[in-house]
């Protein structure tokens, strides 16, 4: 049971901005560490960022750092990614994923082996 619901991807132009939701149902990921990674096309998944469980701790691959921002709202159970300052090099599928394994952890974590639920994907295409 559980299940994560991304939301917030469409077509925006080089230097725009978007903001993704993963809305979690069916039990509580507030103790658990969250994340978002990407799939562009004929290339591996990525990490992209994650966020601690009380959203004290945020870790961001390079080339996102200084454009993108991970939170959360526990309250709402939702994890949010602004992503300002698009690059067409941004384009792809997101997807916000959590750790189970790990409740209250503090480590990061940002190796997709190590998320456990993976919502169904967002499309994020940056035109130039």
């Known amino acids: 049971q559980g299940q994560l619901v991304d939301s917030g991807g469409g077509l925006v132009q080089a230097g725009g901005s978007l903001r993704l939701s993963c809305a979690a149902s069916?039990?509580?990921?507030?103790?658990?560490?969250m994340g978002w990674f990407r799939r562009s096309p004929g290339k591996a998944r990525e990490f992209v960022a994650s966020?601690?469980?009380?959203?004290?701790?945020?870790y961001y691959t390079d080339s996102v750092k200084g454009r993108f921002s991970i939170s959360r709202d526990n309250a709402k159970n939702t994890v949010y990614l602004q992503m300002n300052s698009l690059k067409p090099e941004d384009t792809a599928v997101y997807y916000c994923?959590?750790?189970?394994?790990?409740?209250?952890?503090?480590?990061?974590?940002?190796?997709?082996?190590?998320?456990?639920?993976w919502g169904q994907g967002t499309q994020v295409t940056v035109s130039s």
């Open positions: 994923a959590a750790v189970s394994t790990c409740t209250y952890c503090s480590g990061s974590y940002y190796l997709d082996y190590e998320f456990d639920y």
């Open positions: 069916g039990r509580t990921f507030s103790s658990y560490a």
């Open positions: 966020i601690s469980w009380s959203g004290g701790s945020t």
